[in-house]
């Protein structure tokens, strides 16, 4: 659940489960083109049931540093539910991301999942000479269980979200992802609808793109079925910063 709500948060989640319209091992490799966070960035994100009923945020800080002499990108996300919904379903979860600043080839993913009583904590390494990854899950009262698989051009959610900041692309493209949460790996589409104005609660209006993104398994289980409608939005600008979602949710 928290995978969909961060995803969602960053702009890319909660979309429709559909059928594949691209061959899963001729997926395109994207270049990045815009940096908007190269210095840095922070933003805070607030999710609402209806407009009305505040019902989590999401603290999102992206800090450049250098590992091994090359810059890299951290990112760490910060997802907690509101007093509201704590009533019923409290989240503290944390998910961290370190990409390489060039090609956004990604290094290190963690999820530190803290949902009512469950405890999961999700660490994710690649290895760049075995062209795999290797994921640890360890779940509260549980025995720690191991995954590998091959890498594919296949991307941590975080990595996916500031690679796809970065493409130049333009209303009517399709840009297409192979995504892990831990455990499963997914085909993500995000397709390029229109481009419109949107207020902000500033009162600001800031012209964006409208992307509707689809999500489907790859392997054959995961939790694409889950997904509902979604609707994004992306500043046009250079920033290409996701500015809102909205998403239909089961409650």
């Known amino acids: 659940v928290t995978f969909c709500f961060v995803i969602a948060i960053l702009a890319i989640s909660a979309p429709r489960a559909g059928e594949a319209t691209i061959n899963f ?3 395109p490799t994207y270049q990045p083109k815009f940096h908007p966070f190269e ?30 002499g090359k810059k890299v ?28 600043a060039k090609a956004f080839a990604p290094s290190r993913f963690t999820f530190r999942q803290r949902e009512n ?8 390494r690649y290895s760049e000479s075995a062209k795999r990854w ?13 995954y590998e698989f091959d890498s594919q051009n296949t991307l941590d959610p975080i990595t996916t979200v500031y690679l796809a900041r970065s493409i130049d692309f333009k209303v009517g493209d399709r ?35 409208k992307i509707i993104p689809y999500i489907q398994n790859i392997t054959k289980n995961g939790y694409a079925g889950r997904f509902n409608e979604a609707t994004i939005w992306i500043s046009a ?15």
Do not use: C
């Open 73 to 100: 990108y951290y990112v760490k996300v910060k997802a907690k539910s509101s007093r509201v919904l704590d009533l019923i379903w409290k989240m503290r979860d944390t998910i961290t991301s370190t990409f390489d």
């Open 175 to 209: 840009l297409y992802f192979k995504v892990f949460g831990g455990k499963y790996q997914y085909l993500l589409e995000l397709r390029v609808e229109d481009k419109e104005p949107v207020s902000m609660p500033s009162g600001k209006i800031v012209e964006a793109y």
């Open 39 to 68: 210095t840095g960035e922070k933003t805070v994100y607030r999710a609402h049931w209806n407009g009305l009923i505040s019902v989590a945020t999401a603290e999102i800080t992206v800090t450049p540093t250098v590992v091994e």
């Open 117 to 124: 009583s469950k405890a999961v904590d999700t660490e994710a």
């Open 25 to 27: 091992e001729s997926l």
């Open 237 to 251: 600008d250079e920033r290409r910063l996701p500015v809102k979602l909205s998403s239909k949710i089961f409650v």
């Open 134 to 146: 290797a994921v640890n899950r360890q779940e509260r009262g549980g025995k720690a269980k191991f």
